[in-house]
């Protein structure tokens, strides 16, 4: 056992202080560049330079690893090398006009940076100057008597027609009477009109004479009110020929400039020659007499529904402005639903309905950062409806469309409009996990045409000194930008020692450095309340075990059980067929150990070994590899000359949830060794590892949690200095155990030991020898082997003798 005991100075790499050449952090230089990402930075560098189709970023890694943070200061990197004049080239203001041609399919165009606002504020100015000078002209005397000259001699016209039809009805007897509902015909009697009493009284000839007469007036009344009709619409039609003839002046004076200043920009051009001519079209707007404004308020809602603002063309929506705009956009979107990628279509509520028109499209994040770079969740794009197709559609057409998102999920949306798509030129880079990546590279086709770069984190680093400066410089960036108290050099050891902890390895920290800011933070918490000029490494250790006791509740209350009897677990003596295997809880904001009592039954048959977890159905698919493992490595080790006949049942006691992993394979081992030979297992010592079928003891996870775990439940019945963990050799690179754990072992109190083979460890734990196999394919006697070699032989005996009696029985029988 002594030769495979490690030693204390070997179950935690310690941070020399020393290795610092300053006093505190204050006398660095906060960090400048990144640790250890150098694959993932060469990828994001490649992919934010290669503007060729479909080469966007996919950023995979574990959270905290700074993936965010290294995205964006490498695109701020790139902006700042580009040529001011790539730079201007890539800020476009993009404005949505009104379709003369098709209102419900509004016009998107693009414009120079800052261009956007000014061709919004000349369209007002010129609709103000509209409205000014076209009043004005429509409001001179000379207009007005023109109009009214027109005016009167249409109406002149139209009553000299009306009279004739009276004298000719008057003639035949007849008074033509205009009434609200037109024009009508009454007999008379001695010049006056007849009542219907005084009709109905005359003899049947007469009124039927009148009646024929009637009906002949009524033809030559209705010819002339055609003829007033056409009168009335001829008078019109002079009284606008006028209008365009008083307006045309002002209407292409004012028009001019603008069409000049915007000669080379075709959709814009076209779009002031259609206003000038709507302008032109629709002067009554522009005449503002007051009693247009007294209309009664009692319209039909369908009237009202069906009008739109006259002066709808003239208002322009900037639909993306970049005239504050510093540089290329860098677009952070941190609720990627549809609306907030793609964006809206708003609408108004007005009579019962809703309406909409250009100006209540609304941008969305895509449209925002076109000429540059948008950084979106991979998980968050994921998880909303409809986003994940629309942006591979968005990329692989290179333009987007704002659509309903009613319309996505098959509804019908109330007066859709169908803008024109946008024509963008962006970069976009996801974030996510490496598993996601996975995912959606095999069973998404289109995903390796449209992410074609991806950018790996590594969660882990290299411990050489450079780095651990490195560190250094990162805990004094956290305390500038943080305004914190600064770190001592043994609070920044401490630190470090915390990182190699985070990934189990004595060689390696972690880069997860979200979790170490925290840590910084919290410690420089305790020290403030102990009154300390700088964070030391108690202050530290104070923010880890402070950490610790928050979440670690339910670690305390499996503790209580053990230590109650609750749940068994024997921590000296040994015991036959039953050993106490290690496993590990996590509970995502707290992982532990804790000792499960691992048993074995053995008997004759040949059923092999048994998982009853397997049979129960709480075993995963590791843990019943694991156990099939076992009848591999028996019957290579015992089963040479003669088939094996064993049946065992293996067991984790008081176990009522699935258990994951082969990390108690070797465990599940020696309790069926121990079963067989007769041998019993010291229970002071808990073991840990997997095997293969070659009976090597493989390395497994969370190695320091498992050996704190046992040492923790021994301390709480009493350490008796023979207690222990049995771990894979392998592991020892792994250890870096809490300080009490190492003082236990430094002090005699607790043991660590070390194997790398079955042989090593069915030593270990029952202090017997294991046993080579000799040259006649036996072992030797005393030994482990032999004694398990002799059992099955046996077995195998009895089982033999228990068949040929059946079998003599059953001829008895026949």
């Known amino acids: 056992m002594a030769k495979r005991e490690v030693p204390a100075n070997e179950l935690r790499w310690q941070c020399d202080p020393n290795l610092f050449d300053f006093e505190c952090t204050k006398d660095l230089a906060p960090l400048g560049e990144f640790i250890g990402q150098e694959r993932a930075i060469k990828a994001i560098d490649f992919g934010l330079y290669m503007d060729h189709e479909g080469y966007n970023i996919y950023v995979a890694g574990l959270t905290g690893t700074g993936k965010n943070t290294v995205v964006k200061s490498y695109i701020k990197k790139l902006i700042e090398r580009m040529p001011p004049t790539e730079r201007v080239h890539r800020l476009r203001d993009w404005c949505c006009l009104y379709n003369f041609a098709?209102?419900?399919?509004?016009?998107?165009?693009?414009?120079?940076?800052?261009?956007?606002?000014?061709?919004?504020?000349?369209?007002?100015?010129?609709?103000e100057r509209l409205k000014e000078e076209l009043t004005q002209s429509f409001s001179s005397e000379e207009y007005k008597r023109q109009t009214k000259e027109l005016m009167d001699e249409g109406q002149e016209k139209q009553h000299r027609l009306l009279d004739e039809v009276g004298e000719e009805a008057k003639k035949q007897g007849f008074l033509l009477q205009m009434t609200p509902v037109g024009p009508v015909l009454i007999p008379l009697v001695n010049g006056k009109p007849m009542s219907q009493a005084e009709f109905a009284a005359l003899e049947d000839s007469k009124r039927k004479g009148l009646e024929e007469a009637r009906i002949d007036l009524l033809g030559k009344l209705q010819a002339t009110m055609e003829k007033i009709q056409e009168l009335g619409r001829q008078t019109v039609d002079k009284v606008q020929e006028t209008d365009k003839a008083v307006a045309d002046f002002v209407v292409s004076r004012l028009f001019q400039k603008l069409i000049q200043e915007y000669q080379d920009l075709e959709k814009v051009r076209k779009y002031l020659a259609d206003l000038k001519a709507f302008t032109i079209d629709n002067l009554n707007a522009f005449k503002g007499r007051p009693e247009e404004a007294q209309q009664p308020q009692m319209i039909a809602p369908g009237i009202i529904m069906g009008q739109r603002d006259p002066f709808l063309p003239f208002q322009v929506n900037v639909f993306v402005d970049n005239s504050a705009t510093a540089d290329v956009p860098v677009i952070t979107e941190p609720n990627p639903n549809y609306v907030n990628l793609f964006g809206r279509i708003e609408r108004r509520f007005l009579f019962g309905g809703y309406v909409s028109d250009h100006t209540m499209l609304k941008p969305g994040a895509v449209h925002l950062a076109n000429g540059g770079y948008l950084l979106l969740s991979a998980r968050d794009v994921l998880l909303n409806p409809g986003v994940w197709p629309t942006l591979k559609r968005v990329l692989k057409t290179r333009e987007i469309r704002i659509e309903d998102p009613f319309e996505q999920l098959g509804l019908i949306a109330p007066q859709g409009l169908k803008p024109e798509p946008t024509p963008i030129d962006i970069k976009i880079v996801l974030i996510g996990d490496a598993m996601l990546y996975q995912m959606l590279a095999m069973y998404d086709e289109d995903f390796w045409e449209i992410f074609?770069?991806?950018?790996?984190?590594?969660?882990?680093?290299?411990?050489?000194?450079?780095?651990l400066i490195s560190y250094a410089a990162f805990i004094s960036g956290c305390c500038e930008e943080c305004e914190l108290r600064h770190f001592d050099r043994t609070g920044v050891a401490r630190v470090v020692e915390y990182a190699a902890r985070l990934v189990a390895d004595q060689e390696k920290l972690s880069t997860r450095f979200a979790f170490l800011k925290e840590l910084v933070e919290e410690a420089e918490y305790w020290a403030g309340k102990a009154g300390a000029p700088l964070v030391s490494a108690q202050h530290v250790d104070t923010a880890i075990e402070e950490r610790r006791y928050r979440h670690n509740l339910p670690d305390e209350k499996i503790k209580e059980m053990i230590a109650r009897d609750v749940i068994m677990v024997d921590v000296a003596g040994a015991v036959e067929g039953q050993v106490n295997g290690l496993s590990v809880y996590s509970l995502g904001d707290v992982t532990f150990g804790k000792p499960s009592r691992i048993t074995c039954k053995t008997f004759l048959g040949r059923g092999g070994v048994i998982n009853i977890e397997r049979e129960s159905q709480l075993s995963g698919r590791i843990h019943d590899k694991g156990v099939l493992i076992l009848s591999g490595y028996m019957g290579w080790k015992y089963a040479q000359q003669a088939p094996l006949s064993l049946s065992a049942s293996l067991c984790f006691e008081q176990s009522y949830e699935g258990i994951e992993g082969d990390s108690a394979s070797s465990t599940e081992l020696y309790a069926l060794l121990s079963s067989l030979s007769g041998i019993p297992l010291k229970q002071n010592i808990a073991v840990t590892g997997s095997v293969n079928q070659k009976g090597e003891v493989q390395p497994i996870g969370g190695v320091n949690q498992k050996i704190?775990?046992?040492?923790?439940?021994?301390?709480?019945?009493?350490?008796?200095?023979?207690?222990?963990v049995m771990i894979p050799g392998r592991n020892l690179k792994n250890l870096m155990l809490r300080q009490e754990v190492v003082d236990a072992v430094r002090d005699g109190k607790f043991h660590i030991y070390a194997v790398d083979a079955i042989d090593d460890g069915i030593e270990v734990i029952t202090g017997v020898p294991a046993g080579q196999r000799q040259a006649d394919g036996a072992y030797s006697e005393g030994t482990v082997n032999h004694a398990v070699d002799k059992q099955l032989k046996e077995m195998a005996t009895r089982l033999k003798q228990f068949q040929q009696h059946q079998e003599g029985k059953e001829k008895e029988k026949d």
């Open 102 to 127: 098709d209102p419900d399919r509004p016009i998107m165009i693009d414009l120079p940076q800052g261009r956007g606002r000014i061709l919004k504020d000349q369209i007002s100015e010129l609709l």
């Open 452 to 467: 074609k770069v991806k950018a790996d984190f590594d969660h882990e680093v290299a411990r050489t000194r450079e780095n």
């Open 708 to 724: 704190e775990g046992f040492f923790h439940v021994c301390k709480l019945k009493g350490l008796t200095g023979d207690q222990g």
